[in-house]
């Protein structure tokens, strides 16, 4: 079992138990609601360990919270993952082509445009 794997594996008991122990069930696009909603949050987290407030004082930025909600988020990416059916592999493959295309986009080298420092 690979990293992600073992992170796909781990997620799906930790989904089952919650589940199982607050006897909750969803159809499909309610949970994909209900995960979304939940990613906006802890994003909402992450940001206001930054200093976006211009009203306050600044505060030193703590690393170790920001990497727990980046972590937080990632919970619930997987989480959607696993209700969509998007397998670890899947998830690897897609990533690799996103990021393909996201550099020829960079290097202005798909029909996609606005993304390119050259037009």
Same mark, same amino acid.
């Given at each position: ?24 069930? /969803?159809?499909?696009? $309610?949970? !994909?609601?209900?995960? &979304?909603?939940?990613?906006?949050? #802890? =994003? ?29 988020? /990632?919970?619930?990416? $997987?989480? !959607?993952?696993?209700? &969509?059916?998007?397998?670890?592999? #899947? =998830? ?28």
């Amino acid at each position: 079992m690979d990293k992600l794997e073992k992170i796909f594996y781990l997620q799906k008991k930790l989904d089952d138990k919650i589940i199982q122990q607050r006897n909750v069930e /969803f159809d499909l696009e $309610i949970w !994909i609601e209900k995960e &979304v909603l939940a990613i906006i949050s #802890e =994003l909402a987290e992450l940001l206001n360990e930054t200093n976006f407030k211009w009203w306050k004082n600044p505060k030193k930025i703590d690393n170790s919270a920001i990497k727990g909600e980046i972590i937080d988020v /990632f919970h619930f990416v $997987i989480s !959607i993952c696993l209700k &969509v059916g998007i397998t670890p592999q #899947e =998830l690897y493959d897609a990533y690799l082509d996103k990021n393909k295309e996201n550099i020829l986009r960079q290097e202005g080298l798909t029909e996609k445009k606005g993304y390119s420092l050259n037009e």
